[in-house]
C-alpha cells in the first residue's frame, strides 16, 4: 500500500508549486514567517523543497505546519495529476493501479503534508 509519509514527493520537486492562491489574510498570518517566501507569494523553498518539509524524501517525511498548510496543500491527493506528476519528476516508481482506483477519493489514505485527512 502506497504511504504518503514515505513519499514527500509532492513538497520537493518545485519551487513554483507552493503558490498562496486561495487562502484568505487570516489562513496566512497563522503560517509561520520563516515558512514564508519572502515576495510572500507562496511557501519558501530550499531549492525545490518546501521548507516546511522535514524528513528524508522517499524514505520518511513529515510536514512542519501541517495543520495550517495552504489550500494547494491540501488539494493534491495521493495518485492525482499533481502527484503522480512529482512522482515522475523525482524518478519514483509509479503507484499500482489497483492503488489508485481503490483510493484516489479517500482522503483518510494519506497524512503528509500536502495531502487532506477526514
Known sequence: MFDCQSCGACCSYSAEWPRFSTEDD?????IPEKYVAADLSGMRCNGVRCSALSGEVGKSTAC???DLRPDVCRAC????????????A???PPLS??????NAC???VSSVPGRRQA
Do not use: V
Not at 491527493?77 to 515522475?88: H, K, V
Open 97 to 102: 493501479g489497483g492503488f489508485l482506483a481503490a
Open 90 to 92: 523525482l524518478g519514483f
Open 106 to 108: 479517500r482522503p483518510e
Open 77 to 88: 491527493m495521493p495518485g492525482d495529476d499533481e502527484c503522480l506528476m512529482a512522482r515522475r
Open 26 to 30: 487570516a489562513q496566512l498570518d497563522r
Open 64 to 66: 512542519a505546519i501541517y
